[in-house]
């Protein structure tokens, strides 16, 4: 039962996850930092984070997401950063101490330098 209902899932995904842990950042719409995370994964529209239990009830609705990642898998200290509008979509419990949040981005996100 399960695995079909994760099928179903799959299938109604409009865009393929990458499955990829890199730095991120929350931060409310007046710029507050809110958590400090790791992705789970991204696509196109969206990502899951890992986020620290204690920070699941600073998150507002919407939020402000940064993405860091290295510029190239050569040159690990240079790091490029995406940031862009999100809304929260669903949370859940992963460990005692971690929740994973889902996000949908709702501008295009764009390259900060």
């Known amino acids: 039962m399960v695995e ?3 099928n179903a899932v799959a299938e109604k995904r409009r865009h393929h996850r990458f499955d990829i842990a890199y730095p991120a950042k929350l931060y409310s719409k007046g710029g507050k930092l809110l958590a400090e995370s790791l992705t789970i994964n991204v696509s196109r529209r969206g990502a899951m984070m890992a986020i620290p239990v204690e920070a699941i009830d600073n998150l507002d609705d919407q939020l402000n ?6 510029q190239s898998a050569f040159e690990a200290s240079s790091i490029v950063s995406f940031a862009g509008e999100a809304r929260v979509i669903r949370t859940n419990e992963l460990t005692d101490d971690t929740h994973s949040v889902a996000v949908e981005f709702t501008s295009p996100i764009s390259l900060r330098c």
């Open 4 to 6: 079909s209902n994760m």
């Open 65 to 70: 997401v940064t993405i860091s990642l290295p």
